[in-house]
Structure formats: structure tokens, C-alpha cells
């Protein structure tokens, strides 16, 4: 890509990812969250993509919509939920980001860029999140599973990337009853 042709949003400086964080002739950096977060969950994805740097929105990609669908599908508006990525720009080459690139991100824009309602359950989408509001690896071996967030002072559910599968489809149906789980969890916070 033609640095000439680029039409420069940064946001955030941070890091050095930012002069990288380019698609369809726009850098943006910081692609920060959407939704209003009402309901209590928050949903950490891993990273931003073409898509979602040229919109300026984070799940706005083909897993993004996958990820809608199956919100829909399973009974939560995802208006009301606050949807967020672990590292807001896109990596050159769609690399997996790096541990100081997951830490000087989470640093700087996770408790600054969120919702004032905080979170009762985050649900982390892939090892990258899993990473972020965790510090652990392994997504199949502590999916479906809750643990207590430190930094949030909520419960986290890590579940699969959305992403993943496109590429996987026989974890649908897991990352489905997931959901599911979650939204009960928030049900049972509300009552």
C-alpha cells in the first residue's frame, strides 16, 4: 500500500502499531469500543481487522457478523452489550499481536475507553483476550469455565474467537452455549 494515498485517523500513539494500523487507504488507530455495556457484559476480542479499521468499529468483519447472529440467536442485543478488542489496531501482515503490544494496549485504553456501567461478566473471545484480562493461554483447555477478573472486578468467561469459526465450524455450537451461559449469568445478576 502506497503511503501517499492514506488517509491518516490516528487516535492513539501509544505504541509504534498505530503507524501500521492501515486498510483501504485509512490508518486508524484505537478503534475503540461499541455498545452502551448496560447489561453488564462486555465482550473482549482479540484484534482489529481490515474491516474494522476502515469503519472505525470494532466486529463489523465476517466474524463479527457470525458473532451478532449467534448474540441475536441466543436472546442478547448486542447494543446493550460492550464489545471491545484486546489490541485496537490492526497488526501488519495479521500477525498475532505480541505480549507487550496485548500489555501496553490494555494499559492505556482498558479501563479509559469503557463504559461507565461496569462490567458483571466478560466473556473473552480467543487466546489473545484470554491473554489480556487473564494472563493465561490455552483457549480449549479454560473455555466455558469462570474465572474472577482482577483488573474489572467481574467474572470472566473465555469462549472461542468468533473468527475461528469460519475456519472451524464444529465449534459453533460451543461458542453458541457459551453465550448462552453468559446470558444467563447476567439474568441471574439482574435478579
Not at 480467543?126 to 493461554?137: C, D
Not at 472486578?153 to 453458541?176: E, W
Amino acid at each position: 500500500m502506497n503511503n501517499d494515498y492514506i488517509v491518516d485517523e490516528p487516535k492513539c500513539t501509544a505504541c509504534p502499531l498505530w503507524e501500521s494500523s492501515a486498510a483501504r487507504g485509512i490508518r486508524r488507530s484505537g478503534v475503540y469500543g461499541r455498545g452502551s455495556g448496560v447489561n453488564g457484559l462486555w465482550l473482549y476480542g482479540e484484534s482489529l481487522g481490515a474491516d474494522e479499521v476502515q469503519v472505525g468499529l470494532p466486529f463489523v468483519g465476517r466474524g463479527g457478523e457470525l458473532l451478532n447472529l449467534i448474540l441475536k440467536d441466543v436472546g442478547i442485543n448486542d447494543k446493550e452489550c460492550y464489545l471491545t478488542t484486546s489490541v485496537r489496531c490492526l497488526l501488519p501482515n495479521n500477525q498475532s499481536p505480541k505480549a507487550a503490544q496485548i500489555k501496553k494496549c490494555m494499559e492505556t485504553h482498558a479501563l479509559v475507553d469503557a463504559p461507565q456501567t461496569p462490567p458483571k461478566l466478560i466473556v473473552t473471545l480467543g487466546n489473545v483476550p484470554l491473554k489480556a484480562v487473564l494472563n493465561l493461554q490455552k483457549i480449549t483447555e479454560n473455555r466455558g469455565k469462570l474465572f474472577d477478573s482482577e483488573l474489572f472486578k467481574c467474572k470472566v468467561l473465555p469462549t472461542f474467537d468468533p473468527n475461528s469459526i469460519i475456519h472451524n465450524p464444529k465449534n459453533y455450537d460451543t461458542l453458541r452455549e457459551d453465550l448462552i451461559k453468559a446470558r444467563e449469568f447476567i439474568l441471574d445478576q439482574e435478579e
